[in-house]
């Protein structure tokens, strides 16, 4: 009832029907395949905070790549309005959990690599990617390099090159899962600062309930691999929200306890 | 499996390979667009090498007894200068004294080429197998040194913090830890040791022997036997190549549980 | 602030010292060495050594002096390192981004590689001739593989996520290979060029050691034949200075270059 509620009025952007992955397994011994998604149906709806929460090793990242358009599915489809998202491309952004900026370009570099790539008028492109870098607090770092900076700061840049393309949906796989817990809370509160500045739809992987909870307008549990959905839940917390407010313990207790225990 | 070994582009290699051959086979022996004298056709050198197995003229030896002449003198400077330098680059970077007074000596030989010592080991030891003997030596003692060195340089500290609190002595944690943990590099010094050991024995034969196949090639060329030259060269490929092969083949056995690329 | 940077300062000054140190006591321990012993009849002492080769400057040694045979040996390792660093990265990028070039390639490569350097010098005389072309084969020759393989392998390591990154941006195919893959290779070249170095002046050395009537090679055979230990000697350090020279310049280079590589300390 209340994901009906949710839901009324808004507009699919992603939708993922049936989608199955498997990988060929090549060893000296044996051939043969692994399955890491199995039977994966969601959408996500326009401009939504969605977290795709799983444990460890579930399967996230490979659907990550199938969403994105990194990879293709071995079964199923998956579409972006009514587009099937075969191949990367500029509507979708992702983010990186390995950060992946391009270390032989600078700050500037990196935030511009995209609009460059695609041939948009330099001084319009530049202009663009000076206010992200404004928004995402990195004024003054512009002519940096990447190994000058600390995790946090190279995070915020990797947020605003995959805001450069103005894409329509932003992947966040594991974004924050190589920095450190402080550092971690900080971008926390950056992220929904940005998000509630650019409006986007947002699907950020994570297997930290705790980041789960407080950033997600929806989240979906996925079952451990070979993975699909377990269940969904609405967070209707009020933002800002509190770690340790009682309601916010309650759902991340219940998400726990509705999760699969991985190995 | 079997499908990749069919593939388009074994055959291509296949093709090309045996291409080349043909080229310069019609090159030299039908067209004659070369003399023989600058570019033999394939069929006479791989005749010459094997009729070098008994013919003597005119380098007054067979292709074995120039094979067991060059092997010889390469594998006993490669023995010593892997016998003295390994340990070496060990104490060194083990123990502070060793280092001091070993450390100056070490980066004053080290910018010299080993070739160049050819010519003073000439003048001190004659043109007999020692004065060869001794510029192996110094070609396989180097990078012997510096490599095992690094190695043990490199040893986690991880490693021997926990080394430490099993209560291990300082021999055991060289012996135990250390040493194990620097195989990979002590390996790498080796290969490189008896890539650099050959090249200086070729040019050691060349400028000053009477025996082995550096003197087998430069004597072809003094009687313009292109032929021969050739032979020499192939046959000191295929032994170069075939060294490399047993010494990995050694440090597989020894070295286990790589990280990394392959295997 | 001031404060830390005097620290430095005086913590540099007192590394240089150590590091000295030994060395000049391994000089004085030759120098005597070569004064009161024995080892005097088989090589002189670091002082005359280092005289002889401020001696060569002036006056020459054979037909130049030690400038213009370092001049001769510059020479000789520019065309030859030059022309294989160029085509050794064209090679190696060909080989890491075409299967077919792979195909068609690298079997007469390995086939070829495996002949170390020296041993092609003997047919490079007859190929070329005992004149100029055959040591810039030779120092091409060792230089060339090193490039390549250096190169190639940068290519099989350029880190997928960062390709996929550069999709989900929006590069082309061929956008891809001039933005990503090979500046990712850059450090692989830099390193391929090192080694290829210390092979190009090795394999020069060689070549003027067999063949030649100038150049550093030259000079240090030219002391062996004529039993000149002072002279082999000179030459041994002009070449080594030579060396650590040319190798200098090309990490200076490699700094300017990949400002991005290495922490700014």
């Known amino acids: 009832m209340e ?192 998000y509630e500045h650019e409006k986007r739809t947002v699907v950020f992987v994570t297997n930290n309930i705790e980041e789960a909870v407080f950033l997600a307008d929806r989240i979906i549990l996925l079952k451990s691999c070979p993975t699909s959905v377990k269940q969904e839940y609405i967070i209707d917390l009020e933002r800002p929200r509190s770690y340790t407010a009682p309601r916010f313990l309650e759902i991340r207790q219940k998400i726990t306890r509705d999760m699969d225990k991985a190995l | 499996m079997k499908k990749d070994f069919f593939s388009k582009y074994t055959v291509i290699s296949i093709i090309s390979v045996t291409l080349f051959f043909v080229i310069w086979y019609v090159l030299t022996a039908k067209m004659m667009i070369v003399p023989a004298y600058v570019m033999p056709d394939p069929l006479k050198v791989f005749g010459a090498l094997l009729r070098k197995f008994t013919v003597k003229t ?206 | 602030m001031g404060n830390k940077t005097v620290n430095l300062i005086g913590k540099n000054s007192m590394r240089i010292v150590l590091t000295l140190l030994p060395i000049i006591g391994f000089l004085i321990l030759w120098q005597l060495a070569a004064m009161f012993t024995s080892i005097g009849n088989l090589m002189p002492g670091p002082i005359q050594v280092i005289e002889s080769l401020f001696i060569s400057f002036a006056k020459p040694l054979g037909p130049h002096t030690i400038q213009m045979h370092a001049l001769y040996s510059l020479k000789r390792v520019m065309v030859g390192y030059g022309s294989a660093v160029v085509t050794g990265i064209i090679f190696g990028v060909s080989l890491g981004l075409s299967k077919m070039f792979r195909a068609l390639f690298r079997p007469l490569f390995e086939l070829i590689r495996p002949i170390p350097t020296v041993a092609w010098i003997p047919i490079s005389i007859l190929w070329f001739g005992v004149d100029e072309m055959s040591k810039y084969f030779i120092v091409f020759y060792g230089a060339f593989a090193n490039v390549a393989l250096s190169v190639y392998m940068g290519i099989q390591r350029v880190d997928p996520v960062l390709v996929g990154a550069a999709k989900m941006l929006g590069c082309s195919e061929r956008q891809l290979t001039f933005k990503v893959v090979l500046p990712s290779c850059i450090p692989y070249i830099f390193s391929g060029m090192q080694v290829a170095l210390s092979a190009g002046i090795m394999s020069v050395v060689v070549a003027e050691m067999i063949n030649s009537y100038e150049g550093i090679g030259w000079n240090i055979h030219a002391g062996q034949q004529t039993a000149n230990m002072t002279q082999v000697l000179t030459g041994m350090v002009a070449l080594a200075i030579f060396g650590l020279l040319m190798a200098a310049i090309l990490r200076q280079v490699e700094r300017r270059m990949c400002a991005w590589n290495t922490r700014n300390t």
């Open chain 2, 58 to 263: 005119p380098d007054g030896a067979t292709l074995g007894s120039h094979i067991a002449a060059s092997l010889q003198v390469a594998l006993m400077g490669f023995g010593f200068g892997t016998g003295l330098g390994v340990p070496l680059g060990i104490l060194m970077a083990w123990y502070k004294t060793v280092d001091r007074v070993a450390r100056p000596i070490f980066d004053f030989l080290r910018p010299i080429p080993p070739i160049a010592w050819i010519p003073v080991m000439i003048l001190w030891l004659g043109i007999g197998t020692e004065a060869r003997a001794a510029v192996i030596f110094m070609s396989a003692f180097i990078p012997n040194v510096i490599n095992s060195y690094t190695g043990i340089q490199q040893t986690s500290q991880v490693h021997i913090w926990v080394g430490r609190t099993f209560g291990a002595s300082d021999f055991e944690l060289l012996t135990r830890v250390a040493i194990p943990s620097a195989l990979p590099n002590i390996f790498t010094g080796m290969r490189l040791s008896l890539g650099t050991s050959w090249v200086s024995l070729v040019s050691a034969e060349m400028l000053a022997s009477t025996r082995g196949l550096g003197y087998m090639i430069q004597i072809g060329r003094q009687f313009s036997r292109t032929d021969l030259v050739l032979a020499g060269m192939i046959a000191i490929g295929i032994l170069g190549g075939l060294l490399a092969v047993i010494l990995e083949k050694v440090e597989n056995r020894i070295v286990k549980g790589r990280q990394g690329y392959g295997k």
């Open chain 1, 3 to 194: 994901y009906q509620k949710y839901i009324e009025g808004r507009k699919a952007v992603i939708t993922c029907k049936n989608v199955c992955k498997e990988f060929d397994i090549r060893d000296r011994k044996q051939a043969g395949s692994f399955r890491v998604i199995d039977d994966l149906s969601l959408s996500i709806y326009e401009n939504e905070f969605v977290v795709l929460f799983g444990p460890g090793e579930c399967g996230k990242t490979s659907a990550i790549n199938i969403l994105s358009g990194l990879d293709r599915p071995t079964a199923g489809s998956v579409f972006q309005g009514d587009t099937q998202i075969t191949r990367p491309g500029i509507e979708r952004g992702v983010v990186y959990q390995s950060i992946a900026l391009f270390p032989w370009l600078t700050v500037m570099g990196n935030v511009e690599f995209g609009p460059k790539a695609r041939g948009i008028d330099r001084t319009q492109s530049r202009k663009r990617a000076q206010e992200l870098i404004n928004l995402v607090g990195l004024q003054g770092f512009e002519n940096a390099f990447p190994i000058s900076l600390s995790g946090g700061m190279r995070q915020r840049v990797g947020i605003a090159r995959a805001y450069a393309n103005d894409p329509e949906v932003l992947f966040m796989d594991e974004p924050f899962g190589a920095l450190d817990a402080q550092t971690r809370y900080m971008m926390e509160e950056e992220i929904l600062r940005i």
